[in-house]
């Protein structure tokens, strides 16, 4: 007998007639002998409407309200989730993440899982119960609700797997695996069969939102065996494992990108020691994360100093980046929030040189303009116009040919 982790996002539970879809395939499972743990996500379009309403009321919300508040939307579906259970005929118990006692940091909407206590569910397993639990929330040390950042149900589904070693994490949600890029973007994109660790942890953190970044972290860190399939098909997936030498090796593996981006620019700043610290200080401190960073020198001692930072940050950072420019004696701050980041990921990148620059040639015969270049071992990413952002993810898929690998849509 084996032990699964189920995990359904929105869209799989988005409806009553869906959560039915989801209890099937949950009791066929359950049918074939083993068992079960099913992780759900707010019913689709939920949380936004959430988050929606507590803006309504306060612009930046109360974080340890706004938890309160979150957590509801998976509350509803694990119990409507057990109904459907009862209902075909298989004893199932719905969990809070506070009741099954995932402890969590208390970095409120944003916190870290710190331990999982096992006992009540092992229990309920022996039983002969399937258990249904609460995504994206855990109780901090002092009893508070917290959440777990948004697509933070995956992380539930895997931490839940490694806390109770189960045999496989089962990520189901609307597409039936993990693609070379969004099939939403382009419809030429494949199902990769497999995809390391490393390369899914760059594609999530560089806005690939199939699977949320802290999931594949704690998968790669507690050896979780992990798999992206269909809800609504049947089909093997993408399974994400550690790279193994028979494993056939794609130069580029996937195309990542990330709409949220926006940059800022402090023009004529005196070239001097301590200036990047300067600049960037204030921003730390409000708690905006800095993301790609470019200096240039002048002829007249004077830089540019150019960053990204989160589109919903950069209003506030431009506010802050006025006041450093008066302080600094800079000449001016100018920004920009109509940009995208889009990046080639493959852990080929590292035994082939010349990838850049068929990408910047690629880029550039369809008069696309680069406007940030930042580069590591695995990753090349151009941030350009986000009126070209469809354009610069086909054209690069053509490029790399990545319609030849894996299977087709
Ligand atoms: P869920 O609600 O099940 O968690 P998400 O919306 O978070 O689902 O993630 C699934 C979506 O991720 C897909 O519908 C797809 O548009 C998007 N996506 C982005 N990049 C990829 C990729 N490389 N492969 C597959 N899906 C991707
Ligand atoms: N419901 C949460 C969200 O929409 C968590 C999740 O779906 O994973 O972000
Ligand atoms: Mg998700």
Do not use: W
Not at 261 to 289: C, F, H, Q, W, Y
């Amino acid at each position: 007998m084996a032990l699964y982790v189920h995990k359904y996002g929105g869209t799989s539970v988005g409806t009553v007639d869906r959560i039915r879809n989801v209890a099937a395939k949950v009791g066929r499972a359950r049918e074939r002998g083993d068992d079960i743990i099913v992780v759900v996500s707010a019913m689709s379009g939920e949380t936004n409407r959430l988050v929606a309403l507590a803006r309504e009321i306060q612009e930046q919300p109360n974080a340890r309200e706004m938890d309160v508040l979150l957590s509801t939307g998976e509350q509803v579906t694990i119990a409507l989730l057990c109904m459907a259970l009862e209902q075909y005929g298989y004893p199932a118990c719905s969990y809070t993440g506070g009741q099954v006692r995932i402890l969590t940091d208390d970095a409120h909407t944003k916190a870290r899982i710190v331990d999982i206590d096992t006992n009540r569910i092992r229990r309920d397993l022996a039983d002969g119960k399937i258990i249904v639990v609460a995504g994206f929330q855990g109780v901090s040390e002092a009893g508070h609700i917290t959440t777990l950042g948004r697509g933070g149900s995956d992380t539930t589904a895997v931490a839940l797997a490694g806390a109770l070693k189960a045999d496989e994490c089962h990520i189901y949600t609307d597409v039936d695996g993990v693609y070379t890029t969004d099939p939403r973007v382009e419809p030429k994109a494949k199902r990769l069969q497999r995809v390391t660790f490393e390369e899914m942890l760059e594609m999530a953190s560089l806005g690939s939102k199939v699977l949320q970044i802290r999931a594949v972290e704690f998968a790669g860190k507690y050896n979780v065996p992990l798999r992206v399939l269909s809800t609504f098909g049947e089909g093997e997936g993408t399974l994400i494992s550690f790279e193994d030498t028979e494993m056939e090796r794609a130069l580029i593996s996937g195309i990542a990108f990330n709409r949220d981006e926006a940059k800022l620019t402090v023009e004529g700043v005196p070239d001097r020691p301590g200036v990047a610290s300067r600049i960037v200080g204030p921003i730390a401190e409000a708690n905006i994360e800095v993301d790609m960073i470019i200096q240039n020198i002048a002829e007249d001692a004077t830089t540019d100093f150019t960053f990204t930072v989160h589109r919903n940050d950069y209003a506030r950072a431009l506010q802050i980046l006025q006041q450093t420019c008066a302080e600094l004696g800079a000449r001016k701050v100018t920004g920009d929030d109509a940009i995208v980041k889009v990046s080639l990921v493959g852990v080929g990148m590292r035994s082939h040189a010349g990838i850049a620059s068929t990408m910047f040639r690629s880029l550039a015969d369809e008069g696309i303009n680069i406007r940030m270049i930042s580069t590591s071992e695995i990753k090349i990413s151009v941030v350009v116009d986000e009126k070209y952002l469809e354009l610069a993810v086909r054209t690069l898929h053509d490029a790399f040919e990545l319609d030849q690998i894996g299977e087709s849509a």
